[in-house]
């Protein structure tokens, strides 16, 4: 074979491996995510919304929030999210990262919970990274959320599960 054949099929070779790596790399990742929604009076909605990694070697981002949308008012008094963050399994751990202005709570070595309460504002939201350990076979996020809209509109605590049924 000639040398101008032999770099062309190097080269050929070399652009479908570079092509398929990058197929590999650019595929978008499978999330868990789950999400409920309340109407309020005056037309606003609140809506809480719970997301984790679907797949996971050793760490799992996650996410949470409490949005609430319209104009009747812009923004709530306050308006909070609670997210509990929970591996499943026999003998499991986790150990939970969150946003700097949220709160941790270790409810047990599978279980913790993260809370935010945001003033005059339209939103909570609270991410980080759960590592579970032992033998989990699954993640779970519950993201509730509650309001006080107004000095007489409150939004009672409403959750959005996302993890295996």
Not at 96 to 110: D, F, G, V, Y
Request: hydrophobic content about 35%.
């Amino acid at each position: 074979m000639n040398k101008s054949i032999r770099t062309r099929l190097m080269s050929g070779a070399a652009t479908a491996i570079a092509a398929g790596a990058l197929v590999l790399t650019a595929a978008p990742a499978h999330a868990t995510s789950a999400s409920t929604s309340v109407g309020i009076p005056g037309g606003n909605k609140v809506t809480i919304n719970a997301w984790h990694c679907g797949f996971y070697v050793s760490a799992c981002d996650w996410k949470a929030s409490t949005k609430m949308s319209g104009t009747n008012p812009r923004k709530a008094k306050w308006i909070q999210n609670r997210t509990e963050l929970a591996a499943h399994g026999i003998s499991v751990s986790i150990t939970i990262s969150k946003n700097p202005e949220a709160t941790l709570t270790m409810k047990s070595r599978s279980l913790g919970e993260v809370r935010w309460k945001n003033t005059n504002a339209n939103i909570s939201d609270t991410y980080g990274q759960m590592k579970p350990g032992g033998t989990t076979t699954y993640v779970s996020t519950k993201s509730c959320g509650s309001a006080q809209v107004t000095s007489s509109i409150k939004v009672s605590e409403k959750c959005a599960y996302a993890g295996a049924a």
